[in-house]
């Protein structure tokens, strides 16, 4: 098992950057993390993955060039640095963990944060 915390959101400008962390308590090394958002009236939306030695990620079109995702196994955190932010950016980010190698569907992860609200204004 897993346990995750999200932190980091806030309310940014247009063209900013941020970093989302995502601390970790358990087994975080045996887990491929994922970062999912969502935004009001919208379903929640893949945006990127990492495995669990972190040589391997895979992103969303939406946000891919912009956004990198990194963990720490020592640190047992996950990193989400979002670069070049627009308000379509606008959600609740959250991290998961999966037992998978590798994930875009989110039913197939097993572990979430409780997410953190990244606000971009124009």
């Known amino acids: 098992q897993v346990q995750l915390v999200e932190s980091g959101g806030g309310l940014v400008q247009a063209g900013d950057s941020l970093r989302l962390s995502c601390a970790a308590s358990g087994s975080f090394s045996s887990y491929a993390m994922g970062w999912f958002r969502q935004a009001p009236g919208k379903a929640r939306e893949f945006v990127g993955v990492i495995t669990r030695s972190g040589g391997s990620t895979n992103y969303a079109d939406a946000v891919k060039g912009r956004f990198t995702i990194s963990r720490d196994n020592a640190k047992n955190t996950l990193y989400l640095q979002m670069n070049s932010l627009k308000p379509a950016d606008t959600a609740v980010y959250y991290c998961?963990?999966?037992?998978?190698?590798?994930?875009?569907?989110?039913?197939?992860?097993?572990?979430w944060g409780q997410g953190t609200q990244v606000t971009v204004s124009s």
């Open positions: 998961a963990a999966t037992s998978a190698l590798i994930a875009v569907n989110a039913g197939l992860y097993a572990y």
